[in-house]
């Protein structure tokens, strides 16, 4: 165990569905990341929240909506989501010491999702 | 060109070998530098950290980051089948005081028994 939690840990979904996807650290690091993992390509970085505060945003479509609600909680919000964005998504952690320089990531097991 | 290079492999070595992975990165203000272990099916789990030229030895894992020639490598020693799994090579930038993680798309690794 990393530390980071995340629920639910496999997720079908339809295109028309509305679910959220959760992660929970427990490290107490200051910042959270979303990543999206398909087969064959590498990690892709979706959003960064540094003291809850959204950082990044990597050209990540609206039907994906995330929220941080404090420094240990992230969500990420599904809408209207296409078949091409069935992946494995990963919540990630680590501790922002400031002035550019952050260490290690820390993953969650991952939620498996399939839109149907 | 990508950012950050892994060949993807299939490495095969024999059991009790050195595994030998390798990495290039392009953005030559890059600080930080990550190994990551992945089982099929899990998720991608820290094994190493390297900031400084040089090598970095953790029990059977030793890391070695040469910043001029943008080359990040991980060796194994007394390699195991449970070793087998995919490597993720990770750097860490800084662009006008935020950062990015950067992934490689991994190697695959393979220890034979």
């Known amino acids: 165990e990393t530390g980071v939690t995340q629920t639910p840990r496999h997720l079908v979904m339809g295109m028309t569905n509305k679910k959220s996807l959760k992660c929970e650290q427990h490290?107490?690091?200051?910042?959270m990341y979303w990543y999206k993992q398909s087969a064959k390509k590498p990690l892709e970085l979706m959003f960064v929240?540094?003291?809850?505060?959204?950082?990044e945003n990597n050209s990540v479509p609206s039907r994906f909506s995330p929220e941080c609600p404090n420094s240990s909680h992230l969500f990420l919000h599904l809408h209207t989501l296409q078949p091409e964005d069935s992946a494995l998504y990963l919540c990630?952690?680590?501790?922002?010491?400031?002035?550019?320089?952050?260490?290690?990531?820390?993953f969650g097991p991952g939620t498996r999702l399939t839109v149907t | 060109q990508k950012e950050v290079e892994q060949n993807s492999g299939p490495l095969s070595v024999p059991e009790g070998a050195i595994a030998s992975l390798n990495c290039t990165y392009s953005?030559?203000?890059?600080?930080?530098f990550f190994w990551y272990r992945q089982y099929s099916g899990k998720s991608p789990e820290l094994i190493m950290f390297?900031?400084?030229?040089g090598d970095k030895e953790d029990g059977r894992f030793t890391a070695q980051l040469n910043k001029a020639s943008q080359y990040v490598s991980l060796l194994i020693r007394d390699s195991q089948p449970s070793d087998s799994a995919t490597y993720l090579c990770?750097?860490?930038?800084?662009?006008?005081?935020?950062?990015?993680?950067?992934f490689g798309t991994g190697t695959r690794l393979k220890v034979l028994a």
């Open positions: 390297i900031y400084s030229n």
């Open positions: 990630a952690s680590s501790q922002d010491r400031g002035a550019g320089k952050s260490y290690e990531q820390y």
């Open positions: 929240y540094n003291f809850k505060e959204q950082t």
């Open positions: 953005d030559r203000g890059s600080q930080s």
């Open positions: 990770a750097v860490n930038h800084s662009t006008s005081g935020t950062y990015k993680y950067i």
């Open positions: 490290l107490g690091h200051n910042a």
